[in-house]
């Protein structure tokens, strides 16, 4: 009884520990995989690229949990991991790539944020897992006048719209897979769910590139982009996302989608201060308004008294 008190302290901080050290992971990491996305797909086609970084990283820490003796998924986990894979690897990661050939990664990092805005959307509205607030409604309504002001071309600065929605209807998905994670049949190990979806989707992204022809003829790859590339694979991809599902498992989708209202933050700093992408009034109101209203969609709800 008492190695039971003793111990239970020990095991609170080391799990609290654990939770701070996998936000700074969705917080800070992802926020520089923007830039380095960029990076790399100025000189590596962007679907073969995003393939080579989940089906690495993927193989990688699926192999290492098998090893490690973690039983494989079953059959009906395998489909769920699928389905999982296409939404958050295949449908978001594959435009998102692309589009930052076009775009600055600072403007891509600000149209991801909308994930949780787009995550309450299809809690409440389509599946009503969460109750209806109209905080909720003017939130979405502020988040999406943000992004309007994102991409309206004006004097000194203008994007292309396929992109832009492109990254948008890639966010749904991400936000809709990200839902299912609580609800589909998965392994209970979540590292090796995140290696698995990272395979597969990473896998059906280098078939796409295939298919496309990407890589006839061979382009000529520089030491900068395999840098980025292997920053995306281990940060981005090994340490980040292994996080966010370990996250998913623990708390709300919601709580967790917090990581957006930092991510722009660090991707349009790193963009401006490494890169030299353009930062204008424009760019910053349509910032604040993504921001805030991803912040009135993540706080918690007043109880009654």
Not at 25 to 35: D, K, N, P, V
Not at 104 to 131: D, K, M
Not at 275 to 294: D, F, I, P, Q
């Amino acid at each position: 009884m008492t190695n039971t008190s003793v111990l239970q302290p020990s095991s609170t901080s080391t799990s609290t520990l654990r939770v701070i050290a996998a936000f700074f992971a969705i917080y800070f990491l992802w926020g520089t995989t923007f830039l380095a996305i960029r990076i790399a797909v100025h000189e590596v086609p962007p679907l073969f690229a995003a393939g080579a970084r989940f089906f690495l990283a993927g193989v990688l820490l699926f192999t290492f949990m098998r090893l490690k003796g973690q039983p494989g998924p079953t059959r009906i986990q395998w489909r769920s991991l699928a389905i999982i894979a296409l939404l958050m690897f295949v449908a978001e990661y594959g435009p998102l790539f692309w589009a930052e050939k076009y775009i600055p990664s600072g403007v891509t990092a600000l149209l991801v944020a909308i994930v949780p805005i787009l995550t309450i959307v299809i809690e409440v509205f389509v599946l009503r897992h969460q109750p209806f607030r109209w905080v909720l409604l003017a939130a979405t309504i502020l988040g999406f006048l943000g992004v309007g002001i994102l991409v309206m071309p004006s004097a000194d600065q203008h994007f292309a719209l396929v992109p832009c929605v492109a990254v948008l209807a890639g966010s749904a998905c991400f936000a809709l897979g990200s839902i299912l994670t609580r609800s589909l049949p998965l392994p209970q190990s979540r590292p090796l769910t995140s290696g698995a979806t990272m395979m597969l989707g990473g896998g059906v992204l280098l078939a796409l590139s295939a298919s496309f022809g990407e890589l006839h003829p061979f382009p000529h790859i520089s030491l900068r982009a395999v840098l980025a590339l292997l920053y995306l694979i281990v940060f981005g991809s090994l340490v980040a996302f292994t996080a966010y599902v370990w996250l998913l498992g623990r708390m709300p989708a919601i709580r967790v989608s917090s990581y957006a209202y930092v991510n722009p933050i660090v991707a349009v700093a790193l963009g401006y201060l490494v890169a030299g992408e353009l930062v204008n009034s424009r760019m910053l109101l349509g910032a604040a308004l993504v921001v805030t209203s991803v912040i009135l969609t993540l706080r918690k709800p007043k109880l009654a008294a």
